[in-house]
């Protein structure tokens, strides 16, 4: 690492109970090793939204830009509050697929890329493409990918038993411990 340049440790936020998870241990991490913090959220205009460049209706680019700094302003504040991460702090917004902006960003020696697990269900990894294995898969730095929280499995349970109409015995959502 050259002189002045601060270490960085990066991290993909979405929005996602995973990508926050994730932000909490960049954080850690970045306090950990007297690094800089850079969140950066990627963003990429609806699908078809530039399929007619020549149209008379332009898409609202501007709008889709600024959803994406608030998406991340949010993460940022839900994640902290307003004590913020106690690590020197910037957030980008960029257009690109996630994975990629991720890669490109994390691009100097000394950086750490940090992730969320992402989901794993067997229809969501064939109808979207993993972030997750596209950094680990193309990353120059090292890559630390933070696993789903165990109460995930739980609260899907209750979500799928509330949805359905399902009673809901209250014991188990404790182990039965009072």
Do not use: K, N
């Amino acid at each position: 690492m050259g002189e002045g340049e601060r270490r960085r440790v990066v991290v993909g936020v979405s929005g996602s109970p995973g990508s926050l998870a994730a932000l909490h241990r960049g954080a850690f991490e970045a306090r950990r090793t007297g690094a800089a913090l850079l969140v950066v959220g990627a963003w990429e205009p609806p699908r078809g939204a530039l399929a007619h460049p020549s149209s008379m209706l332009a898409p609202p680019m501007t709008e889709f830009r600024q959803m994406a700094d608030d998406r991340l302003l949010t993460a940022l504040a839900t994640a902290f509050g307003a004590d913020g991460p106690g690590v020197p702090c910037r957030g980008l917004v960029v257009w690109d697929r996630p994975g990629r902006a991720l890669v490109r960003t994390a691009d100097r020696l000394g950086d750490l890329l940090v992730i969320g697990g992402g989901r794993r269900g067997r229809m969501r990894r064939a109808l979207f493409p993993s972030v997750a294995r596209y950094c680990l898969a193309h990353a120059a730095c090292p890559v630390l990918a933070v696993p789903r929280s165990p109460l995930h499995r739980e609260l899907a349970s209750v979500r799928r038993r509330v949805s359905l109409r399902l009673p809901l015995d209250a014991s188990e959502l404790t182990d039965g411990r009072s």
